[in-house]
Nanobody, 125 residues
Framework: QIQLEESGGDSVQAGGSLKLTCAAS????????MGWFRQRPGQEREAVAA???????LYGASVAGRVTISKDSAKNWLYLQMNSLNPDDTAMYYC???????????????????WGRGTQVTVTS
């Protein structure tokens, strides 16, 4: 099993930046892909970014160019740097881990087995 805990969510003004952190523990070596997703009230969970174990990132269309996913392998931490935030980025942000064998960097929410509880990001205009 993998345990995930997100942090770094905050309320920021439009145009600002935030860096989210996901602390992973447990059988982290079993993760093929780690990802960030977000969910707005009443909407489905949306992929933000993912990082394959071999280092390949992939970004969701709505955030491409504004976010960067990275990791600290020594700490088993996953990061999401978000810039040029706008009110549409307001959501609960979740960290997730996919343990099924994946040869590609997946943004499919159904590929992810383990989820954190989320961290709230609010962007005000």
């Amino acid at each position: 099993q993998i345990q995930l805990e997100e942090s770094g969510g905050d309320s920021v003004q439009a145009g600002g930046s935030l860096k989210l952190t996901c602390a992973a523990s447990g059988s982290t070596n079993s993760a093929w892909v780690m990802g960030w997703f977000r969910q707005r009230p009443g909407q489905e969970r949306e992929a933000v970014a993912a990082l394959h174990r071999d280092g390949r990132p992939l970004y969701g269309a709505s955030v491409a160019g504004r976010v960067t996913i990275s990791k600290d392998s020594a700490k088993n931490w996953l990061y999401l740097q978000m810039n040029s935030l706008n009110p549409d980025d307001t959501a609960m942000y979740y960290c997730a881990a996919a343990t099924k064998q994946l040869l590609w960097t997946s943004l499919n929410v159904n590929d992810y087995k383990y989820w954190g509880r989320g961290t709230q990001v609010t962007v005000t205009s």
